[in-house]
């Protein structure tokens, strides 16, 4: 009796009948739309509680919500149908998990590759979204009728961008018939110490025709979600952050560079190096970042600087700061 139903379990939340929190599209009312239910064990749930604020939302695929500290509120993530006709990310808030705002849309593709859904989860300080992307197959628009999942992220969950439009964070599978060659759902992640696991929803025929369902898993290396490689894999490409406060004396890297290399440097505000690091050429978590001429990061912690990375046949995932 209702549909795209997305749960969460709220630890901040002080009530245990509401431990559990739900949010889907109700389909057995008569007034239709958005409700949201309530359960202390994530199996014994309370009626929907309607909530009309969320005009607009179709709320058919994959709603999800959480707790947004930022912001001290709740966001939910829901589907919107806009003009010219296409589908789209809607994004409503609420303090109370009960009165919403009217859903606005936050993020849509293009009327041949349309942002269908968005489960989001915050990592790393900021937000991260796996949009499901729809080749619709309509006339004129030569769709093939499959779906993909991307990756997007925001700062504040209200803007987001998408991470190289177009290239799947979970390609579909090339031969026809396979188990996710038609569409690929992600869930949330599960992270563990050496693995991102992402368990996504597959079938082995289209969008809109009969089709078989799977469990599928897809794994990533921590932090491995997205990184910088060079354009022209003939040459070397730089990338400077922006200034940054050093809170800690050793650095880390991760990056793939087992057929070239990753080399950071420390540089001030016009550009000159204050400590050079020794290139790293293997694949590598958490690499510890050596400097030349045996110095240290000691006498910058606390300061800001910016890091300039040179990558070479490799790609740089991300970096970080350890006492």
Same mark, same amino acid.
């Given at each position: ?115 269908? %859904?968005? +489960? @989001? !989860?915050?990592?790393?300080? =900021?937000? $991260?979204?796996?949009? *499901?992307?729809?080749?619709? &197959? ?48 992600? %869930?949330? +992640? @599960? !992270?563990?110490?050496?693995? =991102?696991? $992402?368990?996504?929803? *597959?079938?082995?025929?289209? &969008? ?57 440097? =420390? ?57």
């Amino acid at each position: 009796d209702n549909h795209g139903v997305g749960v969460f379990k709220d630890l901040r939340e002080e009530d245990p009948a509401r431990r559990y929190k739900m949010i889907a599209r109700e389909l057995n009312r008569t007034e239709g739309g958005m409700g949201v239910r309530f359960s202390a064990d994530g199996k014994h749930w309370s009626e929907p509680t309607l909530c009309p604020e969320m005009k607009g939302s179709r709320g058919d695929v994959h709603n999800n919500a959480f707790w947004a500290p930022e912001l001290g509120k709740y966001v939910a993530i829901a589907r919107l149908r806009v003009e010219p006709w296409q589908r789209a990310v809607g994004r409503t808030e609420s303090a109370d998990f009960l009165n919403w705002t009217e859903a606005v849309e936050v993020l849509r593709g293009t009327q041949e590759a349309q942002a269908y %859904s968005m +489960p @989001v !989860f915050r990592h790393a300080g =900021v937000y $991260l979204g796996l949009p *499901a992307i729809y080749h619709e &197959h309509r006339h004129g628009h030569g769709g093939n009728d499959r779906t993909h999942t991307e990756l997007a992220w925001s700062p504040d969950t209200v803007t987001w961008h998408r991470i190289d439009p177009g290239t799947p964070l979970i390609p579909n599978a090339e031969t026809d018939g396979h188990y996710d060659w038609g569409c690929v759902y992600a %869930s949330v +992640p @599960v !992270f563990l110490d050496d693995e =991102v696991r $992402l368990y996504y929803g *597959a079938s082995n025929g289209p &969008h809109s025709d009969w089709r078989d369902s799977f469990l599928a898993l897809a794994t990533l290396r921590p932090d491995g979600f997205a990184g910088y490689q060079p354009d022209d894999e003939n040459k070397p490409a730089v990338v400077t952050t922006r200034p940054v406060p050093l809170s800690g004396a050793t650095l880390t890297v991760t990056c793939d560079a087992g057929g070239g290399s990753v080399t950071v440097a =420390v540089v001030d505000e016009a550009g000159n190096v204050l400590r050079q690091g020794r290139p790293i050429r293997t694949d590598s978590t958490d690499h510890v970042v050596r400097w030349e001429a045996a110095a240290n990061l000691e006498p910058y912690v606390g300061k800001t600087v910016r890091l300039r990375f040179e990558i070479e046949g490799a790609k740089l995932y991300s970096f970080g700061m350890k006492p």
